[in-house]
């Protein structure tokens, strides 16, 4: 399985950003795709997470009700919108895969199997 996320950028405070993650490869029919991020000199964060059947979504409380999960699995694709971005929202933005329907420890980076190579999101204030 592999990832590739796009969409990162630099942008200004209050500016929104679209990341994506394609998936490609044998992937489970049942998984959480997920994405993480890492600021400099800090540990991976959980960031939000959506079920494969996209009913299920869960985030971080640092961005909920700012970023929004969502997916198109005829493409095997996840993208998280990012509204109002705030400096603090500055870091490396990973998409990952659980491939289990599960919701354990789903906010924890060991969960998860597959990950992409990140992408950079710079916001300045």
């Known amino acids: 399985v592999q990832l590739q996320a796009s969409g990162g950028g630099f942008v200004q405070a209050g500016d929104s950003l679209r990341l994506s993650c394609a998936a490609s490869?044998?992937?489970?029919?049942?998984?959480?795709m997920g994405w993480f991020r890492q600021a400099p000199g800090k540990e991976r964060k959980f960031v939000a997470a959506?079920?494969?059947?996209?009913?299920?979504?869960y985030y971080a409380d640092s961005v909920n009700g700012r970023f929004t999960i969502s997916r198109d699995n005829a493409k095997n694709t996840v993208y998280l919108q990012m509204n109002s971005l705030e400096p603090e929202d500055t870091a490396v933005y990973y998409c990952?895969?659980?491939?289990?329907?599960?919701?354990?420890?789903?906010?924890?980076?060991?969960?998860?199997?597959?990950w992409g190579r990140g992408t950079q999101v710079t916001v300045s204030s």
């Open positions: 990952a895969i659980r491939p289990r329907d599960s919701n354990f420890f789903l906010r924890q980076s060991y969960a998860y199997h597959y």
């Open positions: 959506i079920r494969s059947s996209g009913q299920d979504t």
């Open positions: 490869g044998r992937i489970s029919s049942s998984y959480y």
